[in-house]
């Protein structure tokens, strides 16, 4: 039986500020992440001013530009968890691996985004696209780095979403700014990493089929989405739901798996230190919306979706 109701008003309100959190630090991240891939950007493009798309020469220009902007917003994006946890070494590896495949997906999107957009003979609409193709690109980093087809879905959706707004407010700001193309770039291309950022969250907020929040401890509020088949929980850097900050986890303490439509947890601690709703848990325990899972001294409860 759950003890956690989904109705009930702390729980609630919980679950709203964590997500206001995550949606927050993604956005900031992606815009710092824009800003710094800016910067880059103009230096490497400014030798290949003027170039057409005939030239040969622009398209290792685009593939540059589009390189530095989505290897840096993907870094910044993949960092954001790694650094809330505390966990260097998950840093190290998701933001290799993030700024890895946001660089290739900054290439090619960026490549294709210029080449609609001449089609399209830019302004706001064909600005938006290409925009929104260049996130895309960017977007499949998020799955890209997890390894995780949930995450990767989610990453072209927000990805696409943020292109696009920040496309079109580039050309709105461009405009309202008296055709001042660096400053509104800048604040464009800002746009666009917020953006990305802030619909990243958001539409995994949305569309989530389950996931367990942190109810108390070094990580209060914390969520992480169950996006793979298995998940483990414990101390371990390299597991899904890593949790730090106490002593009584285990580094392989429990895992959840994904069993046909619904979830099962299991205990992997020798000490038996795993219990759900308060009882301890032995073999496979069916997982419900709104059940409690102690590790140790660590709180958390799990969501799902129907």
Do not use: C
């Not at 991240?29 to 910067?39: E, H, M, Q, R």
């Not at 260049?134 to 997890?146: E, F, V």
């Amino acid at each position: 039986m759950s003890t956690t109701a989904p109705t009930d008003p702390r729980s609630l309100a919980r679950a709203l500020a964590s997500n206001a959190r995550q949606a927050y630090a993604l956005a900031v991240a992606g815009a710092l992440g824009a800003v710094i891939g800016l910067f880059s950007y103009a230096e490497l493009i400014r030798p290949f001013d003027g170039l057409r798309q005939a030239d040969a020469l622009w398209w290792a220009r685009n593939l540059m530009a589009g390189a530095a902007l989505g290897g840096s917003i993907g870094f910044f994006l993949n960092a954001v968890d790694p650094l809330r946890d505390g966990a260097p070494l998950k840093l190290a590896r998701t933001t290799t691996w993030g700024a890895i495949a946001g660089a290739a997906g900054g290439m090619v999107g960026l490549v294709l985004g210029e080449l609609v957009l001449g089609g399209l003979r830019g302004g706001p609409i064909g600005r938006s696209v290409a925009w929104a193709i260049l996130g895309l690109g960017i977007g499949l980093s998020q799955g890209l780095a997890d390894r995780s087809r949930q995450r990767l879905i989610y990453g072209l959706i927000g990805g696409g979403l943020g292109g696009l707004v920040g496309g079109f407010l580039f050309e709105v700001l461009r405009e309202g700014l008296g055709n001042r193309y660096d400053l509104s770039q800048g604040l464009g291309v800002a746009i666009l990493g917020a953006g990305l950022g802030l619909f990243l969250a958001l539409v995994e907020q949305v569309l989530r089929r389950a996931w367990v929040m942190v109810l108390n401890g070094r990580q209060e509020g914390r969520s992480y989405l169950l996006a793979t088949r298995l998940a483990r929980l414990g101390l371990d850097e390299r597991a899904e739901v890593g949790l730090f900050g106490d002593a009584t986890v285990a580094r392989q303490h429990a895992e959840i798996e994904r069993r046909g439509e619904g979830y099962v947890l299991r205990n992997l601690d020798e000490k038996g230190r795993t219990r759900l709703n308060g009882r301890p848990v032995s073999g496979e325990q069916r997982l419900s919306d709104g059940d409690r899972i102690e590790l140790g001294r660590t709180a958390l409860v799990f969501r799902s979706r129907s």
